[in-house]
C-alpha cells in the first residue's frame, strides 16, 4: 500500500493488460535470446553455443508468451508431429501451408507479431539442437543411399553393430526433425511477417541438412517446396531481405532452371538507381 508522497510504482506488463503483456514479454525474450549469442550468423542462427542462462530466461519468457496468448482464446492449432519413420521417403507426406500456390493470408495485428515470434525462437532452439547432431565420423556413411528403406534394408557389408549405430543415428535425427518442424509450422500458421517467411525458410533448411548427413537427397524435393514458399511470400511482399537471400541461394542449387540468380531482377542495395536525369525547364529565352 503506497503512503502519501510516496512515487508510484510502474505498472507492471501483466498489469497493463494482455496484448501489451505478450508484446512486453516478448520482447524482453528476443533481446535475451540475441545476447545468448557470441557469435551470431546472417540469418539469426548462431555459430557458437549459447549462454544458457540467457536461453533460459528467453525460453521462459516465450513460454509466457505462449500461456497469456492461449488465454486470450486466440491459439493457432499446433499441428501433430507424426511418428517417426525410417522410410524417409514418406516421413512427412505434406507440410502445410507450404504450397506456394497458396494465399498469403493476411496476419493478425497487435500481439499475434509477439506470439509468431515466440514459437518462431522456441523452434530455433530446436534447429540449432538439430543442426549440431553429426554422424559419428566412423560410420563412414556412403554417399548414395537406394530410395528404399535407409535400416530395415541394410546394404550388403553392413555389420550388425554398424547397422543398430546407424538406426540409433538416423532415429534422433528424425525425431529432432519433428520437434523442430512441428514448432516452425506452428510459427508459420501465424501468417506474421517475418516470421512466416523465416519458417518456411527453416523448414526447408531441416530437409536440406538432413540430406547432408544422411546422404540420398530423398528429401531435396520437399526442401525445395518450402524454399519456393519463402521466395513467392517474400517477392509478394516485396521484402528482399536475409530470408528471401537464402532461400533464393538454396533455390539457385536446387532447381537452378526454374530459379536462376535474381540479381538481375532484384537489384543488391548497393547498385546505383539508374533513371532519366529529368530536363530542367528553361524559364526565359536568352
Same mark, same amino acid.
Given at each position: 500500500?503506497?503512503?502519501? /508522497?510516496? %512515487?508510484?510504482? *510502474?505498472?507492471?506488463?501483466?498489469?497493463?493488460?494482455?496484448?501489451?503483456?505478450?508484446?512486453?514479454?516478448?520482447?524482453? /525474450?528476443?533481446?535475451?535470446?540475441?545476447?545468448?549469442?557470441?557469435?551470431?550468423?546472417?540469418? /539469426?542462427?548462431?555459430?557458437?553455443?549459447?549462454? *544458457?542462462?540467457?536461453?533460459?530466461?528467453?525460453?521462459?519468457?516465450?513460454?509466457?508468451?505462449?500461456? =497469456?496468448?492461449?488465454?486470450?482464446?486466440?491459439?493457432? &492449432?499446433?499441428?501433430?508431429? %507424426?511418428?517417426?519413420? &525410417?522410410?524417409?521417403?514418406?516421413?512427412?507426406?505434406?507440410? *502445410?501451408? +507450404?504450397?506456394?500456390?497458396?494465399?498469403?493470408?493476411?496476419?493478425?495485428?497487435?500481439?499475434? &507479431?509477439?506470439?509468431?515470434?515466440?514459437?518462431?525462437?522456441?523452434?530455433?532452439?530446436?534447429?540449432?539442437?538439430?543442426?549440431? +547432431?553429426?554422424?559419428?565420423?566412423? =560410420?563412414?556413411?556412403?554417399?548414395?543411399?537406394?530410395?528404399?528403406?535407409?535400416?530395415?534394408?541394410?546394404?550388403?557389408?553392413?555389420?550388425?553393430?554398424?547397422?543398430?549405430?546407424?538406426?540409433?543415428?538416423?532415429?534422433?535425427?528424425?525425431?529432432?526433425?519433428?520437434?523442430?518442424?512441428?514448432?516452425?509450422?506452428?510459427?508459420?500458421?501465424?501468417?506474421?511477417?517475418?516470421?512466416?517467411?523465416?519458417?518456411?525458410?527453416?523448414?526447408?533448411?531441416?530437409?536440406?541438412?538432413?540430406?547432408?548427413?544422411?546422404? /540420398?537427397?530423398?528429401?531435396?524435393?520437399?526442401?525445395?517446396?518450402?524454399?519456393?514458399?519463402?521466395?513467392? +511470400?517474400?517477392?509478394?511482399?516485396?521484402?528482399?531481405?536475409?530470408?528471401?537471400?537464402?532461400?533464393?541461394?538454396?533455390?539457385?542449387?536446387?532447381?537452378?532452371?526454374?530459379?536462376?540468380?535474381?540479381?538481375?531482377?532484384? *537489384?543488391?542495395?548497393?547498385?546505383?538507381?539508374?533513371?532519366?536525369?529529368?530536363?530542367?525547364?528553361?524559364?526565359?529565352?536568352?
Amino acid at each position: 500500500m503506497l503512503e502519501l /508522497g510516496q %512515487p508510484l510504482r *510502474p505498472a507492471n506488463a501483466a498489469d497493463r493488460g494482455p496484448d501489451i503483456a505478450i508484446d512486453d514479454e516478448f520482447f524482453r /525474450g528476443e533481446q535475451a535470446w540475441k545476447a545468448s549469442c557470441p557469435k551470431p550468423t546472417e540469418d /539469426g542462427g548462431c555459430d557458437q553455443l549459447r549462454e *544458457p542462462a540467457l536461453v533460459a530466461e528467453a525460453r521462459r519468457r516465450f513460454l509466457t508468451v505462449q500461456q =497469456l496468448w492461449r488465454r486470450l482464446g486466440r491459439g493457432v &492449432h499446433q499441428p501433430r508431429t %507424426p511418428p517417426v519413420r &525410417h522410410r524417409v521417403a514418406e516421413l512427412f507426406e505434406t507440410d *502445410p501451408g +507450404m504450397d506456394p500456390k497458396a494465399s498469403i493470408g493476411p496476419a493478425e495485428p497487435g500481439a499475434a &507479431h509477439a506470439a509468431a515470434g515466440a514459437a518462431f525462437y522456441l523452434a530455433e532452439a530446436e534447429w540449432e539442437a538439430f543442426a549440431r +547432431m553429426k554422424p559419428p565420423p566412423d =560410420l563412414n556413411l556412403p554417399r548414395y543411399f537406394p530410395a528404399a528403406d535407409l535400416v530395415e534394408q541394410p546394404r550388403p557389408g553392413w555389420s550388425p553393430q554398424f547397422r543398430r549405430r546407424l538406426e540409433t543415428f538416423v532415429t534422433r535425427k528424425l525425431d529432432q526433425l519433428a520437434r523442430a518442424r512441428r514448432l516452425y509450422l506452428a510459427a508459420f500458421a501465424f501468417r506474421a511477417p517475418p516470421f512466416d517467411v523465416a519458417a518456411a525458410a527453416r523448414i526447408g533448411q531441416l530437409y536440406q541438412v538432413f540430406d547432408q548427413d544422411v546422404p /540420398g537427397d530423398l528429401l531435396d524435393g520437399k526442401a525445395a517446396t518450402a524454399f519456393e514458399r519463402c521466395f513467392d +511470400m517474400s517477392a509478394k511482399r516485396a521484402r528482399y531481405d536475409e530470408w528471401f537471400r537464402l532461400c533464393d541461394r538454396e533455390l539457385t542449387v536446387l532447381r537452378p532452371v526454374e530459379f536462376p540468380k535474381t540479381n538481375e531482377v532484384v *537489384p543488391e542495395e548497393s547498385a546505383d538507381a539508374v533513371g532519366i536525369t529529368a530536363i530542367p525547364v528553361i524559364r526565359r529565352l536568352e
